[in-house]
């Protein structure tokens, strides 16, 4: 019987990653486990704060005051099992952060908030249930008394009972559009009559409406356009015409509800690259070794399928599979895929989901329920039991960086709980990281390499545009003669075409002609991005918002210009420039909104349109047959960042993106405009030859004493004046030094490139460094010894991504 527990509290003005000794009440003394959530007070006020069991035992704390007692528990059963629990402690150390944001991070939202908690009958009612439940249906957990509690244990125990969250948006209803025919047959054929022949989609409307006059329930506009194509806009010419109405009507939530009826995939016969592969993986899976491969697959070599048999190998055994995609809400076809092969065994965890599917999804997998999760960033933390295998798809994608406390790279979390549970990893991608590639050469990972697509087709041809020389020739800025000509040639064949413009930096702006003055964000250091479809001006950092300004600020000039290519901007040029074309535009703006990602690619797959017009986010993951020509509008802009990963990402970007082009029987064919042709990233990726550029760019990183040569940590301390922050970094500067060894390389202080966020400034420092024993111990330290005062914040990020 455990009198004493060690916990984790919450304190968000002194976190501290020691645990607080609490006295366990009678009642609690044989139930309390580790991994429960508590209520303790702390402090000399002692108010409340909440906070994790990890650890209890018989024997009194060696501590000298009056030990205090836990005021309240909040779970039945732990909802960090002892994996997850060691993994915290690890990761607060590994990430200079504290374990009590780690554990949150593992969590769904929906428990880190005060939600409300209902305990549920589940079973068949009994004399002690009834004696409980008292005839109602579910119960407030916060109004149990500790001894009712301890009741509901044992029955939960025995399945009779649940506990629930309950959060007040899941409640909302969701709808989607649906018309209602208002006419009869024969007005329809009359209404016909009066229109144009040529107007189509209205004739196709009145069809469909005459089809349907007499049904009385709505019907549903999705279903609708997925038949005839008509779509909204069409709806709302019929309803202005009197044909129909438009309601809004209620659907369940169920982000994957289609693929529940779709019919599973078989296992397709491997080519011999993909079956070496899988053979290599699953023999680590049995012999339980923690073994980590790199499979270095061109685009389209059918990485995906050695995921899903090596998965389904690992299932086979009873075990578990956790498949990590960047993002997850950018690669629909990836979901569909996998549970395309596994059913209702799958798991999806993304940010895309509301929280109460999150945290759906969440319990299936923490009741066993579903062997399989496919996630981004943060499922990472699924909580599998038994894991066989994990896969990190896309392992390069810098969104497995978490930017905010704990700063953790997935990857380094996945190699972890491999260990843990003595599982491989696979870390899969056509142009995987230098970090990866170079612990490969080493040995580290063990190198597996897929040379051929999967179809044998040859990867697509890519040319390479000078703009410069382009430049003289037309006015247009955006589109080459060549790539027009070429956008033409698939109008004609009824072929689809991915244009994407790298929008990166200071793309559209507005800028003064007569004083260069630009309008820049009063919170943060940046220009306002201009937003046509809001008539306004943005700040993507802080979110403030303004009108688009009429005359310079400055010099109140009329000359105001708009700067950069927007993806609007280019839509607008294309509309003029290829009438006929049909065209989606996918960027920040159209994928707001929740599903219209998905909903953009399914219009695409369905050949509603002929071109995909999009930013980076179309480069990934995307496999449509009929692509035969990708166009990269401006490859450069990636290049001109003040960070040593710029050539790595362009290339990375370029060989994505051209992936996307010839994935089925046709021959695809990419053109890129760029005005550095002569570029040694834009050179290789022109020849799919990543291992050239691995040994080029190692060599240059070699050079100048960048990763994977050197690791590196990034410093940052922020005030909201200028000279508090500057002071801040110089004393942590003078603190660190002396703990250095010659051979460690101190880089600034300095301002960071974007000074002033939120009305904060920042200045940081990197620490370059191959081994520092003396490293950690003293960045620890900062990180306890600076939190939060005198407006001071202090970051400490191990490998950042991002120097600006
Ligand atoms: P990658 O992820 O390596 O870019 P994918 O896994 O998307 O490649 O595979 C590319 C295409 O090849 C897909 O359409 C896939 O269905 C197909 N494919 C993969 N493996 C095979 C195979 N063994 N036989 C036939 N087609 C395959
Ligand atoms: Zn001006
Ligand atoms: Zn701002």
Known sequence: MAQFAQIIVDVPTLQTNRPYDYAIPLVWQDQLQVGIRVVVPFGK????????????????????????????????????????????????????????????????????????????????????????????????????????????????????????????????????????????????????????????????????????????????????????????????????????????????????????????????????????????????????????????????????????????????????????????????????RVKGRFGAHVAVLHSGLSNGERYDEWRRIERGEAQVVVGARSAVFAPLTNLGLIIMDEEHESSYKQDDMPRYHARDVALWRARYHHCPVVLGSATPSLESRSRAQKGVYQLIRLKERANHQPLPEVTVVDMKDELKQTKEDNFSSLLLQELHKRLLHQEQSVLMLNRRGFSSFVMCRDCGFVLKCPNCDISLTLHMDTHSMKCHYCGHEEAIPQVCANCQSRKIRYYGTGTQKVESELKVLLPEARILRMDVDTTRRKGAHAKILRQFGNHQADILLGTQMIAKGLDFPDVTLVGVLNADTALGLPDFRASERTFQLLTQVSGRAGRADKKGEVIVQTYNPEHYAIRLARHHDYEGFYQREMTLRHQAGYPPYYYTILVTASHEEENEAAKKIFQLMNQVKPALSPQAVLLGPTPRAIARVNKRYYYQMVIKYKHEPQLEKILTQIMQENQARNGIQISIDREPLSFI
């Open 45 to 336: 006020g002692s108010r409340q704060v909440q906070g994790f069991v990890v650890g209890t035992s018989d024997t009194p704390p060696d501590y000298a005051g009056e030990l205090k007692t836990i005021a309240q528990v909040l779970d039945l059963q732990p909802v960090l099992n002892t994996e997850l629990l060691a993994l915290a402690k690890w990761l607060a150390q590994w990430t200079f952060s504290f374990q009590i944001s780690c554990m949150q991070t593992m969590l769904p939202s929906m428990m880190k908030a005060s939600y409300t908690k209902k305990v549920r009958l589940t079973g068949a009612a009994t004399p002690a249930t009834a004696a409980i439940f008292n005839g109602q249906a579910e119960l407030d957990f916060a109004d149990l008394a500790p001894e009712t509690i301890k009741q509901l244990l044992k029955l939960q125990r025995q399945n009779l009972v649940e506990v629930d969250y309950q959060v007040h948006d899941r409640a909302k209803i969701k709808t989607i559009k649906a018309i209602q025919p208002l006419l009869s047959v024969a007005e329809y054929t009359a209404a016909a009559a009066k229109v144009p022949a040529n107007a189509k989609r209205q004739h196709d409307l009145l069809a469909y409406l005459s089809a349907h006059a007499t049904t009385t329930a709505p019907l549903s506009l999705p279903q609708i356009t997925a038949e005839t194509q008509l779509t909204l806009a069409h709806m709302h010419t019929g309803a202005d015409k009197g044909w129909l109405r438009i309601v809004d009507l209620e659907t369940y939530r169920d982000p994957y509800a289609e693929l529940a009826t779709a019919p599973r995939t078989q296992p397709l016969t491997l080519t011999a690259e993909q079956a070496t592969a899988v053979e290599q993986i699953t023999t680590a899976g049995q012999q339980q070794q923690a073994k980590v491969f790199l499979v270095e697959g061109v685009t389209g070599s059918g990485k995906t399928e050695i995921y899903l048999q090596s998965i389904q190998a690992a299932i086979a055994k009873g075990q578990t599979a956790l498949m990590l995609v960047p993002e997850i809400g950018l690669t629909p076809q990836m979901v569909t």
